[in-house]
């Protein structure tokens, strides 16, 4: 069975662009999740969407977006990039939104934005 | 908001001895509380989990307990080794919202 796959694995940007990021879950797995880690800040809760819908939301400013599809991949998008944008950026998925899920990380997305 | 703390931030142990890592959650409508191990340049791995029924679980040298009432559960890892040096995280879900991790060293 295939892990979480998110792509692309590392990627440059250059401030005040904007970047997508796509995260494919386990086979089954409706729930997905992304967090931003950065060096001391731990993992840091952007949002998380079930069924195609945003189900909750972190603290980050709008610039951060994301959604799901009907197939249950997601992608997040930033657009307006800052120099503190630069992270590794986490996927989760888990077969639900609730309850006792286990739930499963992708290797993530570094990126670095100069 | 939902938080959860974690303490200590960094934690050295000597080989064979335990190692304990507390966290505290907010949201008492938490009902999962998983602990992942992450290891440098790796993703998050989950090592342990336990749910809001269960006071303890245990598999080999780690242990989860928890008390609900205290809103706190805590990892425990006895007879450590060196291949047990990483960052810990704990989570609790209503949201999963994560602790702010632990560095744990075990010197040889």
């Known amino acids: 069975k295939a892990g979480v796959t998110q792509t692309p694995r590392y990627l440059i940007k250059t401030r005040g662009q904007q970047v997508t990021l796509s995260c494919s879950p386990i086979s089954g797995h409706r729930s997905v999740s992304w967090y931003q880690q950065t060096p001391g800040q731990g993992l840091q809760f952007l949002f998380e969407y079930f069924s195609e819908t945003q189900r909750n939301k972190g603290n980050f400013p709008g610039r951060f977006s994301g959604r799901q599809f009907s197939n249950s991949r997601s992608e997040m998008n930033v657009s307006t990039l800052e120099l503190g944008d630069s992270a590794l950026y986490l996927c989760?998925?888990?077969?639900?939104?609730?309850?006792?899920?286990?739930?499963?990380f992708g290797e993530g997305s570094w990126l670095t934005v100069v | 908001g939902e938080n959860v703390e974690q303490h200590p931030s960094t934690l050295s142990v000597q080989e064979g001895d335990s190692a304990v890592i507390k966290c505290t959650y907010s949201?008492?409508?938490?009902?999962?509380f998983p602990w992942y191990k992450q290891e440098l340049g790796k993703r998050p791995q989950l090592i342990i989990d336990i749910r809001s029924n269960v006071g303890e679980k245990k598999d080999q040298r780690i242990a989860v307990t928890l008390n609900k009432t205290a809103k706190h559960f805590s990892l425990h890892i006895t007879e450590t080794q060196p291949e047990d040096s990483a960052v810990y995280f704990c989570?609790?879900?209503?949201?999963?919202?994560f602790g702010q991790g632990t560095t744990l060293q075990v010197k040889p």
């Open positions: 949201d008492s409508a938490s009902n999962y």
């Open positions: 989570a609790a879900r209503g949201k999963l919202i």
């Open positions: 989760a998925s888990s077969r639900w939104d609730n309850g006792g899920n286990t739930i499963y």
